[in-house]
């Protein structure tokens, strides 16, 4: 089994930044991909960012320029540094991992982002 602990997310105005935090721990050793999922009001969830063990890395279309995500292995975390915020950007974001490239097979609960206009 594998726990995600999300943080960093909360109350920002337009064109502000944030970085979430996910943390793993447990069988993290058979992990090979982490992603960043979010959640609108009244949305499906959908992928923000993933990265792979090796360290590649995919961003949706509609923060490319803006997210970025990356890992630091020595402290089995993952962030998501997102910069020039938007109201659009409001949501639940998941942190996940999966035991294969794609896919999810574990789901942290959820990091609260605002953004206010």
């Known amino acids: 089994q594998v726990q995600l602990v999300e943080s960093g997310g909360g109350l920002v105005q337009a064109g502000g930044s944030l970085r979430l935090s996910c943390v793993a721990s447990?069988?993290?050793?058979?992990?090979?991909?982490m992603g960043w999922y979010r959640q609108a009001p009244g949305k499906q969830r959908e992928l923000v960012a993933h990265?792979?063990?090796?360290?590649?890395?995919d961003v949706a279309d509609s923060v490319k320029g803006r997210f970025t995500i990356s890992r630091d292995n020595a402290k089995n975390t993952v962030y998501l540094q997102m910069h020039s915020l938007e109201p659009e950007d409001t949501a639940v974001y998941y942190c996940?991992?999966?035991?294969?490239?794609?896919?999810?097979?574990?789901w942290g609960k959820g990091t609260l982002v605002t953004v206010s206009s």
């Open positions: 990265i792979t063990k090796g360290g590649t890395t």
């Open positions: 447990g069988s993290i050793f058979s992990i090979n991909s």
């Open positions: 996940s991992a999966a035991h294969t490239v794609y896919g999810v097979d574990y």
